[in-house]
């Protein structure tokens, strides 16, 4: 088999609950040959195994195992079963921006987050593609209690009560998938860093004697999670709170470029226009049809 992939999804948007059951197959049965499906495919086996390929790759899942097969990829048996199989399965819904990947990423969301009050933060859920259950029995019951939810007769209700079950169930499968490796601490230490301080001066060298390791390995750390070095991520951080201030309020240009870390406006303006082929007054104006000075 090949390496088991980490999926990453970013939240908002969240991933929404469709439909699932609990299906038993006698000896010789096998699992439905689907293509085109729009949901993601969760599956974790009770008793026995099944026998499934994606694309090319093969998967058996056995007892207190489960695979999350990925949508619009055609999935097949590739044989039957070879004993009695029980297992749950779960659809869900999920129109944001995902990766497959051999290690967890943090991707950005799509959805415009608010940054000027009290605001939440975007994040990514990173669950393995394939995985041993640590605690099955925990992930059954949360499984039971959520098809259970299904039948209940306040329906408006009910909506709310197993989206928030089905929450529980992705941030227990997350914290079973995967535990953070010192690399993947880091870097998001170097990410909440930058998000703190962004407006003053960094450098990998001061960056090396916050976090005390070689810069060299800061940059390693953040190119692996974030596919991009400390500075190019603290660039791009410091123009978007740029585009979100320009927006948002009716700041000056060089107040703006001093409040995102820049020490010449000129130079914020040629970064700016370089970002968003456009410079800052005209973002501001096309945005919000006030052109302030």
Known sequence: METNNILSLIAPPFPTFVEGNYTEYST??????????????????????????????????????????EPFKHHYPTKPCDSKTEFFWIHFHYDGIWESSPYPIQLTSSVIMPDLHFHNEDYTIHLKKFQKLSDSKYIYALLKRLLLGTKEEKKSIVFWDNQKRFSQLLKSLEEQSYSKTGAIE??????????????????????????????????????????????????????????????????????????????????????FKRRFSIPPLHYRKSHTGIEYP
């Open 186 to 271: 880091l870097a998001e230490n170097i990410e909440l860093f930058i998000k703190e301080n962004y407006a003053q001066p960094i450098t990998n060298s001061s960056l090396s004697k916050v976090f005390h390791f070689h810069e060299n390995y800061l940059i390693r750390c953040m190119k692996q999670v974030f596919q991009c070095t400390p500075l190019e991520y603290l660039a791009n951080y410091r123009l978007e709170k740029a585009s979100s201030y320009l927006i948002k309020t009716n700041l000056s240009v060089n107040d703006i470029s001093i409040k995102c870390g820049y020490q010449s406006p000129a130079y914020f303006s040629l970064c």
């Open 28 to 69: 010789g049965q096998v699992h439905p040959n689907r293509s085109g499906l729009p949901y993601f495919d969760v599956i974790f086996v009770v008793k026995g195994s099944l026998y499934l390929t994606e694309q090319s790759q093969d998967y058996v899942i056995s007892e207190d195992e489960m695979l999350i097969l």
